[in-house]
């Protein structure tokens, strides 16, 4: 198939596309390639991808440019005709939005729109877009469904991308537009962020600096490895969505609709401490970890626990890697990449 995928350089966007070569696909790539974080690791990123494509029987186009520019979407889709979407492109971070919120509003809501208007026009026969765990908010029922309402978010960030999904089911229902949106759970691995806590912790603890533990260490988090979301992201994008026969506009599922859309988890089911998960870093470092315990930071929900039931009826899949085992594979990736 021939595949766009917005935000390419990004941490899942990139593994998204390297998997999507690596089957055949060709892949048309989109990104802005900001400084969020150090743009350095996309373009290392971004290089990887390249040479991928010179061994792989799909061709690789790559576009630098903002999604939020209706000239450059169009100069895009010039590229296609796509036979998937998968929209990985957004302004990430929670403590970001919370001093930055019309970064949020550009790369969520208006290229977002961008991108739903596209597809509309082109036709495209299923677009697969990325939300999150954190729209579950204020919720505490454990663990969190997509088939209980999310309308408590606590920070800016959950409430754009709570607001992708109710713009995708707009443009199911009025064009016909096969959208899934996936709620990812905490995602970490190889070319991670390095503004997440296992890139993070990694660096301070090599370097025997303290690590700082909010919420006093007390998080739980059900951590994601990136090939696990991968998996899920390219399963349910070859499986377009389709209109549930079943949904009740009395009782209304908002998972599902009458129109061909859906909303999936994906996370790995196995929620774990925070205290633990720094273990895993330790072990696979071989060094100890100087803890700073601090209070819980506005916007942070306290514990995440993925229901991962409908994932697995609509494609025959559940995450699974252990937290030992990605967490040392990010280890070894960050020494090769740091030379550490």
Known sequence: MRILVTGNAGFIGFH??????????????????????????????LEILQQMALQSSGDYRF???????????????????FDRVIHLAAQAGVRYS???P?????????????????????????????????VYGANTNMPF???????????????TKRANELMAHSYSHLFGL???????FTVYGPWGRPDMALFLFTKSILAGEPIKLFNNGEHVRDFTFVDDIVEGVIRVSDQVARPNPGWNSDNPDPA??????RILNIGNNA??????????IEQALGKKATRELLPLQPGDVPNTCADVSSLIEAVNYRPATPVQEGVARFVHWYREYFGV
């Open 256 to 261: 599902t609709s009458n129109a061909p859309f």
């Open 102 to 134: 019309m970064a949020y509003v550009e790369s969520n809501i208006v290229a977002f729109t961008r991108i739903l208007e596209a597809c509309r026009h082109a036709n495209v026969a299923h677009l697969t877009y990325a939300s999150t765990s954190s």
């Open 178 to 184: 096969p959208t899934s949106g996936l709620r990812f």
């Open 16 to 45: 998204t596309a390297a998997r999507l070569l690596q089957r055949g696909d060709s892949v048309v790539g989109i990104d802005v390639v900001n400084d969020y974080y150090s743009p350095q690791i996309k373009e290392s990123r």
């Open 98 to 100: 919370l001093s930055n």
């Open 63 to 81: 576009h630098r440019a903002d999604l939020a520019d209706p000239a450059a979407v169009e100069r895009c889709f010039s590229d296609g005709p």
């Open 271 to 280: 929620p774990v401490h925070l205290t633990a998960y720094v273990e895993a």
């Open 145 to 159: 469904s997509e088939h209980r309402g999310v309308d408590h978010p606590l920070q800016f960030y959950a409430a």
